[in-house]
């Protein structure tokens, strides 16, 4: 493997492996060989691979997937919350391919709270939610609620920016509030984001506001934490 015979060997197989992601023959995402197969492959005993494999997968080069095995790990997504730009727009500047799929938008009565966040007049809201993709690899399930002012929405095909619909008919989106947590896979979004239920995914909720200071919209969104790495820019505003 091109190492010194004084480097343990369960340290070279871990270096073989980072070669083989770095020139693509393990793959982004990609399922890597069972213990076994590599117990053959490189024709050690189980402990030294599983000390290989306990190396990369602390430094995060590979991620283990409870019944399913041991997994390349995913590019992570620098992703700063403070921007309010558009999903679409934040990951296309990424060179990442990002796909929409509409899972429902209709007139539905509203949740307590958005009497108040949406200053709506009745008790009902168009709720549009949506399954988003980044390089085929479903990542965001969002549900967003609008006021029936905004039901010209469904005139429109969803499975674009929604950011960028609001722009046409004269609403630009100037402010925003949001919040996190941490939440648990339903049985719902596990299935709709390939991941086991009962696994720990981001919760953000945001509230848009327009160029009048109006609000606009309230989203939930629940992220695949996997894909994404939050990223924050802090200064010190004193006067030195």
């Known amino acids: 493997m ?3 015979a004084s480097e343990p060997m369960y340290q070279q197989i871990a270096e073989d492996i980072k070669k083989k992601i770095q ?7 990609e399922q890597i060989p069972t213990e076994t197969e590599l ?6 005993s189980r402990i030294t691979v599983r000390k290989a494999m306990e190396i990369l997968v602390g430094e995060e080069i590979l991620i283990r997937k409870r ?22 727009k934040t990951y296309e500047a990424e060179g990442r391919v990002v796909k929409t799929e509409l899972l429902g938008a209709e007139l539905k009565k509203a ?12 008790n009902m809201v ?4 949506r399954l988003r993709y980044v390089d085929g690899i479903p990542l965001t399930i969002e549900e967003m609620h609008f006021s029936r002012e905004y039901l010209y929405l469904l005139m429109e095909d969803l499975t674009g920016s929604i950011h ?4 046409e008919h004269g609403v630009k989106l100037k402010a925003a509030q949001k919040s996190f947590a941490i939440c648990n896979a339903t049985k719902e979004e596990a299935e709709l984001l390939n991941v086991e239920r009962g696994s720990a995914l981001l919760f953000m909720k945001n509230m848009f506001y327009d160029q009048n200071k109006k609000p606009v919209f309230f989203s939930k969104d629940v992220f695949n934490a ?4 939050l990223k924050f820019t802090l200064q010190d505003n004193d006067s030195i």
């Open 2 to 4: 091109g190492k010194t």
């Open 23 to 29: 020139t693509g023959e393990y793959k982004e995402n």
């Open 39 to 44: 117990e053959k492959i490189y024709g050690v």
């Open 67 to 88: 019944r399913m095995g041991t997994f390349v790990a995913p590019r992570r997504i620098p992703w700063n919350p403070g921007n309010i730009f558009s999903f679409s």
């Open 111 to 122: 949740e307590a709270a958005d009497l108040q966040r949406l200053e709506l007049n009745d």
């Open 126 to 129: 168009l709720s549009i939610k």
């Open 164 to 167: 960028s619909l609001l722009q």
């Open 226 to 229: 996997d894909y994404f790495e």
